[in-house]
């Protein structure tokens, strides 16, 4: 059987100017990084404006486990469906992080017969958005310190610096550091650490802003430390803003490639969904929405996480509302959730699969509070029984859910057409009334429990001493109106990642928030959640190399 990798490099693409022709695009509205990907311009982004939106198709997931969901697989699969029936669709996603791809979880264009191409620079450096993130993010650090250096003339108070340095790889020894060690010339010693770049701010600014005034504007509002007195410092005050913007100018520009079937895809963006607010960037989803009928798109890891950020955050503060959501799961998944060990996944188990259901029926309860109609994509696996799979459709068909089998992974698009006519029928069939599930002015403490209580199903919010008076603090100062973003595990719908299934009455503690100024929103980290990944105890980087012909292997 042909891996991920052989699959891709067989592809037969087409040169990126005809993908764009596709979208209505001419050559002079996108900037080619070589033959087969492209920026989309400012310029082109900015003569869309007025032309109507299209449908948007969110796709989530059950909780991801080590049997796999294939929710990136089944994103990819159903565009390329709905271009089959008829449809004029392009797939949004997101960029993928280094980190990961040289640790554990691989990469992000999909799999098999239902991916993005060129998939191996997508999952390297693609066109530099990333590294562009991390040079604004590292040289706002570098100007913090050195405004204190020279003689601190914003009175800055050294012990109530927040802003960290960020690198797009997992290096656990950055976690926790010192700065500014040997004397007087290397400026002043202080503790400090890393993120990820994918849970930097300037990631989420990016994928929220509008244009390129709307992305200095933002990422000027960055409070990076406060004052003796507890009044806060930005990014505006340093007058970091505008070389940051420089930086980011290209990057703010959405990426357009193409899936194996030759349909169009913008990749834009990468926030974790887990530690950040895990969603493809407002402009690339607004550009699609203006050039196609239909966009997909999906949010990270399990809906709890992904969809909940997606519908609560992204949907608010960029004013867009889905006509229906796709729930990927697989039985194999189900059967982990149902207490089955990966090793005996193999075995056909249909009570196993009865077993792990309930955690699908919790994440089609938490769509439905939101007033959209969800349609279940059961992504095949080879060892499916056929018992199995009838186990989880009469489950569904108990939830008032269709529960459709897709193939698309061996198959391609050809193998979703079937979902692709069930999310037309949903999406036409104006179903939706979309909802956020709290307001704007209710108290941020109130928003954090609300999300912990009826969407994981916490029976309480414990809160680390300082949180709610810190809480208190910026609604005080104006950001009571902000979004919630829960950082937690993505395994569990409690902070235990070994704790499958629905679980319900456990107890969610925040040990810290985080103020998000520019990106708006605020961020309350759970549990024993890191901002810095560490590599696992054998990491991909160890079997990834170079072919006797240059290329590279090992990706996945």
């Not at 202080?190 to 504007?217: H, K, N, P, W, Y």
């Not at 439905?368 to 009838?390: C, K, Q, W, Y």
């Not at 902070?495 to 100024?517: Q, Y």
């Amino acid at each position: 059987m042909a891996t991920d990798l052989e699959i891709a490099r067989a592809a037969s693409k087409r040169p990126i100017n005809q993908i764009a022709q596709v979208l209505g695009l001419t050559d002079r509205q996108i900037l080619p990084y070589g033959h087969d990907k492209a920026k989309i311009t400012h310029e082109a982004i900015a003569g869309l404006e007025g032309r109507p939106l299209g449908r948007l198709i969110l796709v989530t997931a059950i909780n991801p486990t080590p049997a796999g969901e294939g929710k990136t697989t089944t994103t990819v699969g159903l565009g390329d469906a709905l271009n089959r029936i008829g449809q004029r669709a392009t797939v949004c996603i997101r960029e993928a992080s280094l980190g990961p791809n040289f640790g554990l979880k691989g990469g992000a264009a999909g799999g098999g017969h239902a991916q993005i191409v060129p998939m191996e620079d997508m999952n390297l450096h693609f066109t530099g958005d990333f590294h562009a993130i991390t040079a604004a993010h590292n040289l706002l650090a570098a100007m913090i310190d050195n405004h204190v250096h020279w003689g601190n003339a914003l009175e800055i108070d050294t012990r109530r610096i927040t802003w960290r340095r960020a690198m797009d790889m997992n290096d656990r020894a950055l976690r926790d550091v010192v700065f500014g060690l040997g004397g007087p010339g290397n400026g002043f010693p202080r503790q400090s650490g890393f993120d990820i770049t994918v849970a930097s701010e300037v990631m989420a600014i990016l994928c929220l802003a509008s244009d390129l005034a709307d992305l200095q504007d933002r990422l000027g509002r960055i409070v990076v430390a406060y004052t003796r007195d507890r009044q806060p410092v930005t990014a505006r005050d340093l007058k970091a803003d505008g070389a940051m913007t420089v930086l980011m100018k290209d990057a703010l520009q959405p990426n357009l490639v193409q899936t194996l079937e030759n349909n169009p895809a913008l990749v834009h963006g990468g926030p974790f969904a887990n530690i950040a607010h895990g969603c493809n960037s407002v402009i690339a989803t607004r550009a699609a929405l203006r050039l196609s009928d239909y966009v997909v798109t999906e949010a990270g890891f399990g809906a709890d996480l992904g969809a909940e950020k997606f519908l609560n955050i992204k949907c608010r503060l960029a004013r867009l509302a889905p006509a229906a959501v796709v729930l990927v799961a697989t039985i194999r998944a189900l059967k982990m959730n149902g207490g089955v060990a990966k090793a005996d996944l193999g075995a056909e188990d249909v009570a196993a699969v009865t077993r792990g259901c309930p955690n699908l029926g919790r994440h089609i309860e938490n769509i439905r509070s939101f007033g959209l109609p969800v349609v279940v994509a059961l992504n095949h696996f080879s060892g499916d029984t056929e018992a199995e799979i009838a186990g989880l459709r009469d489950y569904c068909a108990g939830h008032g859910v269709q529960a459709i089998l897709c193939r698309h992974w061996a198959e391609g698009g050809a193998g979703a057409e079937d979902l692709a006519h069930a999310v037309v029928a949903l999406a036409e069939g104006d179903r939706a009334d979309f909802r956020t599930l709290y307001p704007d002015e209710m108290p941020l403490w109130q928003k954090i429990q609300t999300i912990c209580t009826r969407v994981h199903r916490a029976a309480r919010v414990e809160a680390a001493p300082g949180v709610q008076e810190q809480l208190l603090a910026w609604e005080a100062a104006g950001h009571g109106r902000m979004p919630i973003c829960i950082a937690k595990t993505q395994y569990s719908f409690s902070t235990d990642p070994d704790l499958r299934g629905a679980p319900e009455g456990h107890v969610i503690p925040v040990r810290e928030v985080r103020l998000n100024a520019g990106a708006g929103f605020v961020v309350a980290i759970c549990g024993q959640i890191m901002t810095m990944p560490g590599l696992p105890r054998q990491p991909a980087a160890e079997v990834i190399g170079l072919d006797d012909q240059g290329r590279a292997e090992g990706l996945f």
